[in-house]
C-alpha cells in the first residue's frame, strides 16, 4: 500500500484543526451578532404597528377612528406594537447576558422563552387583524352604512371642502354632496392596507419566531458545543 506524504498528513491535520475552530470560535461569533441584531430587526414593525395604531384608533385622517364599532383595528396594531416592542427588549437581553455559569444560561433560556410566547402571540394577533380588515372589508357591501355615518365618514375624508352641512346642531343630513357607494370604498381601501400592513409584519413576527426556536436550540446545546 502506499504511505501517505508527510506534508499531506501535516495538510489534513490543518484542515480538521481549522473545522474544529470553525465549529468552536465561528458559530458562537455569528449566533451573537444575530442575537445584537434583533432589536434592529423588530424596529420597523414596532414603529409602524404603533404609529397604524395611534393613527387608526385617533387620527382624524382615520375613517375607522369614526366607527367605533371598527375601532378594534387600531387596538390590535397598538397591542401588536406593545408585544413587538417587548420583544425587542427581550432580544437587547438577551444579546447583553453572557453565559459564565448554569444560572446565566437558565435566566437566558428564560428569556429566549418569553421571547417565544410574545411572538406567537403576536403572530397570532396579527393574522387576526389581516383576517377581520378581509372580511370587514367584504361585510361592507353587504351591511348598509346609517346615513349618519355616512355623513360623518364624508364629512371626515373630504378633502376638497365639498361637504355641507358638516358638525350642525339641527339634525340636518350632512355632506349631501358624497353617496354611500363613495364612503364605503373609502373604508375599504383603509382596511385593504390594514390587511396589506398586517400580512407584512406577520413575515417579521414568523422570521423573529424562527430566531427564538434556532436560539433555544443553541441554547441547550450550549455546553455540548463549547466542551
Known amino acids: 500500500s502506499t504511505v501517505p506524504h508527510p506534508s499531506a498528513l501535516v495538510l ?14 465561528t ?13 434592529a430587526f423588530l424596529t420597523l414593525p414596532t414603529i409602524g404597528s404603533l404609529s397604524i395604531g395611534f393613527t387608526f384608533l385617533y387620527g382624524q ?9 371598527n375601532n378594534w383595528v387600531g387596538r390590535l396594531f397598538l397591542t401588536s406594537g406593545g408585544l413587538f416592542l417587548g420583544a425587542a427588549l427581550l432580544g437587547w437581553f438577551i444579546s447583553a447576558v453572557s453565559i459564565l455559569n448554569s444560572r446565566d444560561k437558565q ?14 402571540a ?4 396579527i393574522a ?3 383576517i377581520g380588515s378581509i372580511l370587514l372589508s367584504t361585510s361592507l357591501v353587504d351591511v348598509p352604512l346609517s346615513d349618519k355615518e355616512r355623513g360623518r365618514v364624508a364629512c371626515l375624508i373630504d378633502g376638497s371642502q365639498s361637504c355641507t352641512l358638516c358638525d350642525n346642531n339641527m339634525d340636518l343630513r350632512e355632506c349631501p354632496e358624497w353617496e354611500e357607494e363613495e364612503v364605503v370604498r373609502v373604508l375599504q381601501t383603509q382596511l385593504k392596507q390594514s ?3 398586517a400580512a407584512i409584519f406577520w413575515i417579521y413576527g414568523v422570521g423573529a419566531l424562527r430566531f427564538g426556536f434556532a436560539l433555544r436550540k443553541h441554547l441547550n ?7
Open 61 to 69: 385622517s382615520s375613517v375607522l377612528s369614526v366607527q367605533t364599532e
Open 195 to 197: 390587511a396589506t400592513v
Open 107 to 120: 435566566n437566558k433560556l428564560i428569556g429566549v422563552w418569553v421571547f417565544i410566547v410574545m411572538m406567537a
Open 12 to 25: 489534513d491535520q490543518l484542515v480538521l484543526a481549522l473545522k474544529v475552530l470553525e465549529g468552536i470560535i
Open 122 to 125: 403576536n403572530i397570532a394577533l
Open 27 to 39: 458559530k458562537p461569533v455569528v449566533q451573537s451578532s444575530r442575537e445584537s441584531n434583533v432589536p
Open 221 to 227: 446545546r450550549y455546553e455540548i458545543d463549547y466542551v
Open 128 to 130: 387576526s387583524i389581516f
